[in-house]
């Protein structure tokens, strides 16, 4: 049974940073690509970066820039440095990972990220 636990939300000033970290266990055969997603009160989950096994990155056009994805030397957790955070940035944050060799998708319970003017 794989899991994904995050951690790393909170309450921030606009202007200020946060680092949320999720970790992936359990799984026989490995993780692939990893990122993060969002979803604000009243809209859609969306992609905000993600990062393949090989260290690859994609960031939504919203976040590039101030956002930075990355993972460690075991390929199991995976970070995202938020600078320069803006109100609108407020969401819950949700960890997402692939495993290999099956691509069956898991997800995180999700952290919640508040952002204040």
């Known amino acids: 049974q794989v899991q994904l636990v995050e951690s790393g939300g909170g309450l921030v000033q606009a202007g200020g940073s946060l680092r949320l970290s999720c970790a992936a266990s359990?799984?026989?055969?490995?993780?692939?690509?990893m990122g993060w997603y969002r979803q604000a009160p009243g809209k859609q989950r969306e992609l905000v970066a993600d990062?393949?096994?090989?260290?690859?990155?994609n960031y939504a056009v919203s976040v590039k820039g101030r956002f930075t994805i990355s993972r460690d030397s075991a390929g199991n957790t995976v970070y995202l440095q938020m600078n320069s955070l803006k109100p609108e940035d407020t969401a819950v944050y949700y960890c997402?990972?692939?495993?290999?060799?099956?691509?069956?998708?898991?997800w995180g319970k999700g952290t919640l990220v508040t952002v204040s003017s």
């Open positions: 990062i393949t096994s090989g260290g690859s990155t």
């Open positions: 359990g799984s026989p055969f490995g993780i692939g690509d």
């Open positions: 997402n990972a692939v495993e290999r060799v099956i691509w069956r998708e898991h």
